[in-house]
């Protein structure tokens, strides 16, 4: 057999156990052995350039590395889909289309929770893929794209056609993907939504390799010299050349449509991968010509959103936390349930206003449900199960960490513990005088900051400086080994060094936060100058106004705060703000946004390198945005951006910026 030929034969070998493993769930080889034939096809390919294809299954292990996404400019416009929130919407939705045309039927698929994607074939060959951006211009993912197993390079047929799908990542591959990462002590991916569309828009496609990315196919775009009548026709055609295609169901009336919603909400978290919905198309493409379109959706389709689960569970009892600023939250303790993917036993109740206004009492039965599909929150009481025996909740008139009196100013929702030595706060002012955006210790969390507390090394945050002293008992901690011992006093040592707008965020005055901080520190450009500032002195400073005023001349006037500013001095700790040399005229006052995870950078690393150059950060993406700097994982702000037409750059982009 000549080398073309014992080419081929790889080529098809893999792509067969490809479609086994993949679409099938029906292995027939062992994953080493698999590995072989990769890497015997990518040796022979390597050897013998010109018989390497476009469509040889060796590119999905990735390779290439671009610079920057290019833009594709689509032939015709993407739109999305209008949305419904109930039946009524539903019902509304067929009551618009029997006004238009009669005698028809919907195809009903799942809303896949990923990201959609334009992929264009040539003569049966995958030539490109694009994002679908606005609708309009969307980015070049290409090469990302033929990491992804599941579609195919090569069609069954020379067609030329253009489909429209969903990249995903199933539930379980997620779970896995995190664990590994936690294995690696890297961040935790949000959900499977932001890995598949962070992964996609990786400008190393090896990374994109690296992700067990999936697709659905679920709409034919354009077709050269091919008509059909229906669209799950179009979905069965393209599903026996090679795609794999969205499950559908046909109906015929809207009732059995709710119907199925219904049943889809209370089953979704069954399935293997992630819905938020459920689409419903007019089935016949004549009929979808008659309706036609609004500027922004399809008026012969609508996607149904579900809405957000709803558990009931007893609540059992309602326990107290202290903060860090005092404030004492009340948090439901409940009878476990499963919601919304995740076992759920506790939930926050806010304030005594929140229990008091819903009537919440310990045995009551209680509706759960996650705002964002995030945060467990209790909705309201089921009062026809009571039974008289529930007991009425009030705050503690003593704080349960320390047993002092708590206080409720007037015109404030919480309650709060005013005693400065309170262990709850202690251990949490000290947790956050450590965190990452404060001064940064690496290696001190809060498990650990409550096992030195516990252990008696610390009682407040300057007893961190004294660690080294005791490095020989602390050698003797359970799971501390010396190195890590070691790294943590060396990153103790290095914080001494931060600026004065760390020092002032990690003192955790009320209202006060990172940017707060910073202008603060410019201002004042030393501790003794802020602490002996005046309320009129500070309402001077941009974005400052009465309350936060305030509340700084009040923390500074508490002797214990300055005693322990003192002592950090004596310590050796900086308390003067770093001028740094400025580019104005680098970015001259540009307004950038930072979102996702950085391949080097950490996040406010970038942002202070746009400081440092004359840029300004902004929170959130509006119209008054410049630039966008996108990672991994970049989530809604993406989004948005490319809605508003905003200059989206990634780190390469941005450190070429800097580099001018």
């Known amino acids: 057999m000549d080398i073309q030929e014992t080419i081929k034969k790889l080529r098809e070998e893999i792509e067969f156990h490809n479609r086994q493993y993949h679409q099938l769930d029906k292995p027939q080889i062992a994953d080493d052995d698999y590995d072989n034939l990769m890497k015997q096809l990518i040796s022979l390919e390597e050897e013998h350039p010109e018989f390497k294809t476009a469509d040889s299954p060796s590119l999905r292990v990735g390779g290439d590395i671009l610079d920057s996404f290019e833009k594709v400019v689509f032939s015709s416009s993407k739109l999305s889909l209008a949305n419904a929130f109930d039946a009524g919407d539903l019902r509304a939705f067929d009551n618009r289309i029997s006004k238009t045309i009669k005698d028809y039927q919907y195809v009903v698929e799942y809303k896949f929770d990923g990201l959609t994607v334009i992929l264009n074939y040539e003569d049966g060959l995958f030539v490109q893929g694009a994002t ?8 070049n993912v290409t090469f990302n794209l033929k990491t992804v197993d599941t579609m195919p390079l090569k069609l069954k047929t020379s067609d030329n056609l253009q489909v429209r799908g969903e990249v995903y990542i199933n539930r379980q591959d997620f779970l896995l993907l995190n664990e590994q990462r936690l294995a690696e002590d890297k961040p935790l991916f949000a959900n499977p939504r932001n890995v598949a569309a962070g992964s996609l828009r990786q400008l190393d496609s090896k990374v994109a390799a690296r992700r067990p990315l999936d697709i659905y196919i679920f709409n034919l775009e354009e077709a050269l010299n091919m008509e059909f009548e229906t669209h799950h026709e179009s979905l069965d055609y393209l599903s026996s050349i090679g795609f794999k295609v969205s499950p559908y169901i046909i109906c015929e009336n809207i ?32 009929h979808r010509q008659v309706l036609g379109s609004t500027a922004k959706s399809p008026k012969w389709a609508i996607a149904y959103k579900f809405p957000p689960e709803i558990k009931e569970t007893k609540l059992l009892d309602i326990s107290v936390q202290v903060g860090r600023t005092g404030n004492l ?133 300057g007893d961190l400086f004294l660690l080294h002293l005791r490095k020989d008992e602390i050698f003797k901690l359970e799971k501390l080994g010396e190195k890590s011992v070691e790294n943590l006093l060396k990153s103790i040592e290095i914080a001494k060094d931060r600026d004065l707008n760390r020092f002032i965020y990690a003192l955790g005055i009320p209202y006060i936060g990172e940017k707060t901080a910073k202008l603060l520190a410019e201002k004042f450009e030393d501790i003794d100058s802020l602490i002996n500032a005046t309320t009129d002195e500070l309402i001077k400073v941009q974005e400052i106004g009465e309350k936060m005023a305030d509340e700084i001349v009040e923390f500074f006037s508490i002797s214990s705060n300055i005693d322990l500013i003192n002592r950090l001095k004596e310590l050796g700790l900086n308390m003067q703000h770093i001028q740094k040399e400025k580019k104005q005229n680098l970015f ?70 800097l580099a001018k």
């Open 132 to 139: 679908r951006g606005n609708g309009e211009i969307g980015e």
């Open 255 to 286: 009732e059995d449509i709710i119907k199925y919603c219904d049943d889809m909400n209370k089953k979704r978290f069954k399935l293997p991968f992630d819905i938020d919905g459920i689409v419903i198309k007019v089935d016949n493409l004549n």
């Open 329 to 461: 939250t009340p948090v439901a303790e409940l009878v476990e349930v499963q919601l919304a993917g995740t076992r759920v036993s506790r939930a926050t109740l806010h304030n005594e206003d929140f229990i008091k206004e819903r009537d919440i009492r310990i045995g009551d039965f209680v509706s759960l449900r996650k705002a964002g599909e995030i945060i467990p929150e209790v909705v309201q009481v089921n009062f026809n199960k009571r039974t008289g025996n529930e007991l009425e909740f009030h705050m503690p008139q003593n704080c349960p960490e320390c047993g002092q009196p708590t206080f409720r100013m007037e015109g404030e929702s919480a309650r709060k513990c005013i005693n400065v030595i309170c262990p709850a706060q202690v251990k949490r002012r000290i947790t956050h005088f450590v965190s990452k955006n404060a001064m940064n210790i690496e290696g001190l969390g809060s498990s650990l900051v409550s096992k030195l507390w516990q252990e008696g090394f610390i009682k407040d945050p």
């Open 588 to 657: 001259n006052g540009s307004k950038f946004v930072v979102t996702g995870t950085l391949p080097t950078l950490k996040r406010d690393e970038a942002k202070s390198l746009i400081e440092d150059n004359g840029g300004k950060i902004g929170s959130s993406v509006s119209k008054n945005t410049d630039y966008l700097l996108a990672g991994e994982n970049p989530g809604s702000k993406y989004d948005k951006a490319v809605e508003l037409g905003i200059n989206i750059i990634d780190e390469n982009q941005f450190l070429l910026m």
